[in-house]
Nanobody, 124 residues
Framework: QVQLVESGGGLVQTGGSLRLSCAVSGRTFSRYTMGWFRQAPGKEREFVAGITRYAGGTIYTDSVKGRFTISRDNAKNTVYLQMNSLKPEDTAAYYC?????????????????WGQGTQVTVSS
């Protein structure tokens, strides 16, 4: 079982950037498909981005395409979410999650392990 710890959240102005990191414990990090999700107050948690085990593929939700980039460093057991051109509607708690499935899944139920979340607040 792996454990996930997110960091890098904070308060930023509209148009600014943040890079979230998710450090993963354990030796089997490369076996997991990784995803980033977010949950805004009063809303359901939603899929943001996902990356395959060896970074061969990525997918994004439409609202972040062209602004966010997911990446991973299997040597450092870390997955990243680079967020540029941030908007107030990006304000949410961001969570990374690990899935043992081969492909990227947008369904949060396919992710067995979750981090504690990191808050991102974008001011207008």
């Amino acid at each position: 079982q792996v454990q996930l710890v997110e960091s890098g959240g904070g308060l930023v102005q509209t148009g600014g950037s943040l890079r979230l990191s998710c450090a993963v414990s354990g030796r089997t990090f490369s076996r997991y498909t990784m995803g980033w999700f977010r949950q805004a107050p009063g809303k359901e948690r939603e899929f943001v981005a996902g990356i395959t085990r060896y970074a061969g593929g990525t997918i994004y939700t439409d609202s972040v395409k062209g602004r966010f980039t997911i990446s991973r460093d299997n040597a450092k057991n870390t997955v990243y979410l680079q967020m540029n051109s941030l908007k107030p509607e990006d304000t949410a708690a961001y969570y990374c999650a690990a899935s043992a499935r081969d492909g990227i899944d947008r369904d949060q139920d396919e992710y067995a392990t979750w981090g504690q979340g990191t808050q991102v607040t974008v001011s207008s």
